[in-house]
């Protein structure tokens, strides 16, 4: 096997992280609601020195807790440091529609305030040195194997490229803002033609994707036969996915209708009743097309580096369940989703109640209006239970995350038709999926009554379906839509409270140091500066208000 490339790591003086609310590095607790030690595994493993890259450490990289190897003054992983898990994550929290409170536990504060743009901070230098050495090991896993490789081994090559695809459109949206113009510098591509890695400019929008989708038609053309053990793998369904939502992102509507359409044959949504309780944490349900395997001894290295402990509401030794971190859905949106869609109950509402939680009980209580003092705070207004959990109140978190659905195929079907221009047959694919699968009651007709446009309305479906699951800045770049976040009954935070205009320069992240100072051929974004609170009250996105 290939010998894998050293780690490097970014050594910056804690002293010099002024975050927000979080702060520093090593800012873990505060008043009430603290991690107690009592709930958190003591058994946090340091970071393995990898000497090869083993195909099974492909998969595992990708969620992998402390992945960066940077700690806290405890000698425990970030909290944000969850490898791919952490841009997907802050996808959601610089969108509009998921909200985490201003409070001392928030690790995840640079995004709420877009202090994220800062090439200082440990954010930011996560979302881009994680996929980056995941391209990377996947690059020498490949090149471990001949050109003519045949067989199980070819397999897993067309896997690795379907996982350097993937890293490549996590990376696209943070640092370019998808206008018109594919010829819009990207990222760094990472391949055979860089003759020098010390000067390697940013690749171009259409360049970029070029690649992913080559890399995901490799995979495509050579996954045929291939039986997975579980969803946790890559097959041609999932690949043929993965390629149907970068042909969205760049609008080959044609290619993505058709790939869309062919990653589910077979396979159907989550059922109302499915949705009725807390789900989307069991990879092999039917509905998932790829998604991540969280094994028990991973949780156990770094439990509170996990989506159910920031996504999730119903884990202990979580952030959610301990530090009142509960992840709420933006009450503009929510005040939107019809009283018939069983997606209302997915969040409690002023009140702490829906009909999901009402029925969930911990100790002998609900858990939503529990209090267990130095172990769980009650939940806040609007707070999830969309994430299940496999033992309520656990302290392990190994729940699985979906990376694909069915659910989102359907939605870039309905989306690409109406891109081919066949509103009638995106309205058509639309209204069957709600009305057959979250609400009996649902028209297109009726959705689009007051003014909201078709499109604006799968955007709607998309926010509402696939809430918490990373896709919220990538939408609204790829959509040219503006963050809005001070509609009429907004519940964001005062210092979060602002509204971005999607041609805004600060919406593009900015190169870490520690990448400038090693690839000298990147041009930085720069331009904008950092939202002010209550910004731009005029802005509208076509849905929270129009």
């Known amino acids: 096997m290939m010998i894998m490339k050293l780690y490097r790591f970014l050594i910056v003086a804690a002293a010099a992280l002024a975050f927000a609310s979080c702060a520093d590095w090593d800012s873990v607790d505060n008043q009430g609601g603290t991690l107690m030690e009592k709930q958190v595994q003591e058994t946090y493993l340091s970071m393995p020195v990898r000497s090869e890259a083993s195909f099974e450490g492909l998969y595992s990289s990708l969620v992998k807790g402390g992945f960066t190897g940077m700690r806290t003054s405890s000698g425990r992983p970030r909290p944000d440091d969850e490898a791919l898990m952490t841009i997907l994550m802050s996808n959601d929290f610089e969108s509009a529609d998921v909200i985490l409170p201003n409070n001392d536990y928030n690790w995840y504060s640079t995004c709420g305030e877009y202090s994220s743009r800062s090439a200082d901070y440990a954010n930011p230098y996560t979302r881009y040195k994680v996929p980056y050495d995941i391209i990377s090991l996947c690059n020498t896993f490949i090149a471990s194997y001949p050109e003519d490789v045949t067989g199980e081994a070819l397999y897993k090559v067309a896997q690795a490229h379907a996982i350097k695809a993937y890293c490549y459109m996590l ?15 990207c990222v760094p591509l990472l391949t055979d033609d860089v003759k020098d890695p010390a000067n390697n400019p940013r690749a171009s929008l259409k360049d970029v994707f070029g690649y992913i989708i080559d890399e995901l038609t490799f995979a495509v053309d050579n996954l045929d036969g291939f039986e997975r053990p579980t969803n946790a793998y890559i097959n041609k369904q999932a690949a043929l996915a993965l390629r149907a939502r970068a042909e969205l992102f760049i609008k080959d509507y044609d290619n993505a209708y058709q790939d869309a359409v062919d990653a589910v044959v077979g396979l159907t949504p989550y059922s109302i009743a499915e949705v009725s309780v807390p789900a989307f944490y069991k990879i092999d349900d039917h509905n998932v097309i790829w998604g991540y395997d969280m094994t028990t001894i991973q949780a156990q290295d770094s439990p509170e580096c996990s989506h159910t402990s920031w996504m ?5 030794a979580t952030y959610a369940w301990s530090c009142q971190c509960y992840a709420q859905i933006y009450k503009p949106l929510y005040d939107r989703i019809p009283d018939t869609d069983i997606r209302k109950q997915w969040w409690v509402d002023e009140n702490l109640s829906s009909t999901i939680a009402d029925a969930i009980t911990y100790k002998g209580e609900k858990v939503a209006e529990l209090v267990i003092a130095d172990e769980k705070e009650k939940f806040l207004p609007y ?87 990373g896709f919220g800045v990538p939408d609204a770049r790829r959509l040219g839509k503006p963050i809005v976040r001070m509609a009429e009954g907004s519940n964001w935070p005062d210092a979060f409270k602002f509204n971005i205009a999607s041609d805004d320069p600060w919406l593009r992240m900015r190169f870490p140091k520690d990448e400038m100072n090693t690839n000298f051929g990147i041009v930085d ?6 939202p002010e609170p209550g910004q731009n009250p005029t802005i509208v996105d076509g849905v929270t208000n129009l």
Not at 171 to 185: G, H, N, Q, W
Not at 400 to 417: C, S, Y
Not at 418 to 440: C, H, M, S, W
């Open 383 to 469: 707070t999830n239970v969309k994430f299940g959990v496999n033992e309520v109140g656990t302290q392990v978190c190994d729940e699985d995350f979906p990376f694909v659905r069915v659910e989102e195929m359907l939605l870039v079907q309905a989306e690409a038709k109406l891109g081919q221009g066949d509103a009638a047959a995106a309205g058509t694919i639309l209204e069957n999926f709600v009305k057959n699968y979250r609400d009996p009651s649902y028209s297109v007709a009726a959705a689009t009554a007051g003014g909201r446009t078709l499109a604006d309305e799968i955007w709607f479906q998309r926010r509402v379906e696939l809430w918490g699951e």
């Open 525 to 530: 974004n720069e331009g904008g500066q950092q």
């Open 171 to 185: 990376l696209a949206p943070s640092f370019s803002l998808f206008t018109d113009d594919l010829s819009e510098p």
């Open 312 to 316: 999730g509401s119903l884990g202990g």
